[in-house]
């Protein structure tokens, strides 16, 4: 592979990670959100049990118990939907973890390739410095024996 393609694939290979990086990380803030969220609901249905009309141990008129009632079944209603969005915020940051993954192995690979392709390079230069500094001591050594015919 052509050395500035290989370059521009592991721009390129940069670019996709990074971006994969920042919607893993989005992803994770928004899950963290919606369990923030669902604990404050929990939280607030705790309180309100706990302060329920019929725990004071006094009279209680109907409307206070209707109100009540219907105020518990209205922050049990948005403790179910915030149940689903956190899961579906814990789905989206997993699956948005697993791209960024996915994204870093690919641009792992492409390094390696890179990193390889160098030493073999490196190599390859190293043999023919090699030949040539053999070559030289040859002729070198040729030069200096005496009685050869010239």
């Given at each position: 592979m052509?050395p500035?393609l290989l370059?521009l694939?592991?721009?390129?290979?940069l670019?996709r990670r990074?971006d994969?990086?920042?919607?893993a990380a989005?992803?994770?803030?928004?899950?963290?959100?919606?369990?923030?969220?669902?604990r404050?609901l929990?939280?607030?249905?705790?309180?309100?049990?706990s302060r329920?009309?019929?725990?004071?141990?006094?009279?209680?008129?109907?409307?206070q118990?209707?109100?009540a009632?219907?105020f518990d079944?209205?922050?049990?209603?948005?403790i179910h939907?915030?149940?689903?969005?956190?899961a579906?915020?814990?789905?989206?940051?997993?699956?948005?973890?697993?791209?960024?993954q996915?994204?870093?192995?690919?641009l792992?690979?492409?390094q390696?390739?890179?990193?390889?392709?160098a030493?073999?390079?490196a190599?390859?230069a190293?043999r023919r410095e090699?030949r040539?500094?053999?070559?030289?001591?040859?002729?070198?050594?040729?030069?200096?024996?005496?009685?050869?015919?010239?």
């Amino acid at each position: 592979m052509e050395p500035a393609l290989l370059k521009l694939l592991i721009e390129m290979a940069l670019e996709r990670r990074d971006d994969a990086a920042t919607r893993a990380a989005g992803a994770r803030r928004e899950r963290d959100a919606a369990a923030a969220t669902l604990r404050t609901l929990t939280d607030y249905r705790e309180e309100s049990l706990s302060r329920a009309p019929v725990r004071g141990g006094g009279a209680v008129g109907v409307a206070q118990l209707a109100t009540a009632t219907h105020f518990d079944a209205k922050l049990v209603a948005a403790i179910h939907q915030q149940y689903g969005q956190h899961a579906q915020r814990a789905a989206d940051a997993e699956a948005r973890d697993a791209s960024l993954q996915d994204r870093q192995r690919r641009l792992k690979a492409l390094q390696t390739l890179e990193e390889r392709r160098a030493q073999e390079s490196a190599r390859t230069a190293a043999r023919r410095e090699q030949r040539a500094l053999d070559e030289s001591a040859t002729q070198l050594s040729a030069r200096k024996r005496p009685g050869k015919d010239r």
